[in-house]
């Protein structure tokens, strides 16, 4: 059984990423298809799917992209005992993610920091979202080990960051997050969605512009004829 429904959410809004204003952003549908349908499995069984196409227009740039959102009864979220709700899946063009470059002055980085950061990119342009989860946690844990972070394992060298003023409190809560993206995709090979993946690398630029980018721009700053300054 099969169904095709034609503008069904046309003119609604939705907020999704813009490519062009690298922000969440609302977007109206401009035109949309939904198909819905269910095959027999046998033995009373079925699989019921849907897949929602979308063209919309972005609120703020106007710039036109496309949206399509699927959903099955075999790929299910718990939420409560006895209560499951579809997962949804998302899948933007053009990707979000598509054409990220490193950011300027990563050549300051050291050597095996700047590996992992531009193949993790790589990995994100090429919509690999397990690779890419696997890269942020190996950037983590290169950032702690320049930092002389203590600790028998990741959890406890970003706390150990805390402690030694290298990182506040609020940015270790952020770090403890992409951590355990990162575990997801070693340890359970869970791909978890591109925007995601872009907010972890936009927090990881972040980061790395205040541990290494700024401080390599002060040093040369404030350095005359190869001497620091003096205090005053």
């Known amino acids: 059984m099969r169904k095709t429904e034609f503008n069904k959410t046309k003119d609604n ?29 046998g033995g009373g069984n079925s699989f019921d799917w849907a897949f929602h196409y979308q063209i919309m227009s972005c609120q703020g740039c106007k710039a036109v992209s496309f949206r399509e959102v699927s959903t099955n009864s075999e790929d299910l979220e718990w939420i409560g005992p006895g ?25 300051v980085l050291p050597e095996d920091l700047r590996r992992i950061y531009v193949e993790t990119i790589s990995s994100l342009n090429n919509r690999q979202p397990v690779l890419s ?14 930092n002389n972070a ?20 609020d940015g ?3 770090l403890h997050m992409l951590r355990n993206l990162g575990n997801d995709a070693a340890h ?7 925007e995601q993946l872009a907010l972890a690398m936009d927090v990881i630029e972040h980061l790395i512009q205040g541990a290494y ?14 001497r620091k300054r003096k205090k005053a």
């Open 13 to 41: 809004e939705v907020q999704v990423s813009c490519a062009t204003c690298k922000a969440k952003t609302w977007h109206k549908v401009l035109s949309s298809v939904d198909e819905s349908g269910s095959d027999n499995m």
């Open 83 to 107: 209560e499951a709700e579809c997962v949804e899946t998302e899948t933007l063009f053009p990707s979000r993610t598509e054409g990220r470059v490193p950011m300027k002055d990563s050549q």
């Open 133 to 146: 989860g696997i890269g942020v946690r190996a950037i983590l844990e290169t950032i702690c080990r320049d």
């Open 150 to 169: 203590e600790g028998k394992d990741l959890y406890n060298k970003i706390n150990h960051l805390v402690s030694v003023n290298v990182l506040t409190r």
């Open 172 to 174: 270790a809560e952020i």
């Open 188 to 194: 359970e090979v869970i791909a978890h969605p591109v």
């Open 213 to 226: 980018v700024l401080p390599c721009h002060a040093k040369k700053t404030f350095t005359v004829k190869g």
